[in-house]
């Protein structure tokens, strides 16, 4: 099939759109704001109109498209496409259904973190792996669990949600209702939230000056580079991060035992200096010291990894 | 393929061996104690003599048995077929090439609760079903995923190794040097630990007398009858045995979302007064309300399950 498709990415801020060739190659792209809050209707008809903006710049005709892929932040229901996003507000809307009232495509659905993960298993660093979990580090912590070259959502279009494997059980209360989930603490929310309950013992650290005393104004990098530096609460925060994520990632091989992990999302711009401390801590935990485990490499494919996984996920090779 | 094979099953304490047929049944099976410590090469004999038996026992020749399958306690490298099992002090024992050199059969080896889930995922309750998640509480907990009928090891044989999923960081140590594996919190080793502790605090349970007064006499019936008769501490650790057990469960929900969970192990005879509590408290846990998820069940073919599930496996349906 060598028709382009066109990959969407929905965010609770932006909505993402490209014509993706069948090398992932984004012909065109474009972006909307979101407006989270409005009637789904209204986000759907912007996506639409989005998809309609990027072939006219793509030199294309919705007609040689023969289908869209879609990324979502939350879950869909395989029982009957219903989708759940919790930052959108959608409780059950159906997607499809009402998208194709804007363009009569088939429309393939998923996770958007399963969408990533899946374009670097495609075209990525994890290209040419058997089994691969992407894991992305921005506000929250999204996964994609990639097995034989396709996406791994279980029997309910749940699997995969990784940041809500429960490692700390009493720990951090978690936005999903439980305690502990390892979101809470590889996260930007989780690392500012534990940052700003230590501040005050700290008080003469670089973090207080650089947010100018203003918990509100803090960072993942603002924490990052202090740590770099030899701050000591900094250094204290980056070690707490490094070590969850590490046993988040040790529990992931005793589980699924992937030939790698992708380290994506915002957090990821950290680059050598969070993964080497990561591979380290792996390194010292992981449960049977004589065999080999999956790599740690960062993700390959940036911001344009959610756009490219819809739209190879269009070609219905999921 | 109408011939048939030799499941075996070995533990720290047994070894155990069957004639299976093809649609699982067993049809001669004996048994040999392991005498762990002793050199490989001993007890692996010991466990072709065991074929030898059970083949004899069976009527039929050792010529007729097109392969041998064996589910072991530990992993196997699959670079080189080494295994490492703890409990027997084996670390990196050649199993097929040194058993080969008894009886010249494939020997087909894999993890022994992977063999007791694949079993009950074969012809047990998970029969049928696309994605099932096997959990063994015993001594320690073992774990079996079985995903579109095959035995999911991972790249390097370590999935499934569910029993060392971190469930609550910085919390009991584990054999395997981390802290906090679900294996600390709902096996019988962990249960006993917890009991052990909480003794002092409760000198008029009726653990406590249910004992003689010595921890050493504990079991998990003990602790389990004495909480369904209303005892304070046993209410305890059995609540704390369930909420770990449950959070455990949420967590490979979110990862690998299967369509049913298989209890099986020495604790899972405590039947529907755990599996009524274990649901109860999933239920309360699971991330998104609206969505099903899989069923949790006790399994069906109890200590039979891994000399079963070896059989089959050595059918090459891996």
């Known amino acids: 099939m060598k028709l382009k498709t066109i ?15 069948a090398k992932g190659a984004i012909i065109a792209s474009g972006e909307r704001p979101t407006l989270a ?3 789904y209707q209204d986000i759907i008809g912007d996506i639409a109109g989005l998809c309609a903006d990027v072939a006219a710049a793509a030199g294309i005709s919705l007609c040689d498209i023969p289908a869209i892929g879609a990324g979502l932040p939350g879950v869909v229901d395989r029982r009957n496409g219903k989708v759940y996003l919790t930052n959108l507000f959608w409780e059950g809307v159906p997607f499809e259904e009402s998208f194709r009232q804007y363009i009569d495509k088939p429309v393939f659905l998923t996770n958007d ?12 660093v994890s290209r040419d792996t058997e089994a691969s979990v992407f894991l992305t580090l921005g506000t ?3 996964g994609g669990v990639i097995l034989g070259g396709k996406i791994y959502e279980g029997a309910h279009g749940v699997g995969g949600e990784l940041g809500h494997m429960i490692v700390r059980a009493g720990g951090r209360s978690c936005n999903c209702g439980n305690s502990g989930c390892l979101e809470r603490y590889t996260s930007s929310q989780g690392l500012i939230a534990q940052a700003r309950e230590l501040m005050g013992e700290y008080p003469s650290s670089a973090i207080v000056s650089l947010c100018g005393g203003d918990s509100k104004n803090l960072t993942p990098k603002i924490i990052f580079d202090a740590a770099k530096s030899g701050d000591e609460l900094a250094g204290r925060l980056f070690g707490e991060f490094v070590s969850y994520l590490a046993l988040g990632i040790v529990s992931y091989i005793n589980i699924l035992d992937p030939e790698m992990f992708v380290i994506g999302g915002g957090i990821s711009k950290a680059g050598s200096f969070l993964l080497d401390a990561v591979r380290a801590e792996v390194a010292k935990a992981v449960l049977f010291k004589a065999l080999p485990y999956g790599r740690i490499e960062l993700a390959s494919l940036g911001n344009d990894a959610g756009i490219i996984g819809a739209g190879l996920l269009a070609r219905g090779e999921r």
Do not use: C, P
């Open 7 to 21: 990959g969407i990415d929905l965010g609770g801020t932006s909505i993402k759109a490209g014509v993706v060739d």
């Open 140 to 142: 929250g912590v999204g």
């Open 113 to 124: 973190a399963n969408a990533a993960g899946f374009a670097e298993a495609k075209i990525g």
């Open 37 to 39: 809050g409005r009637a």
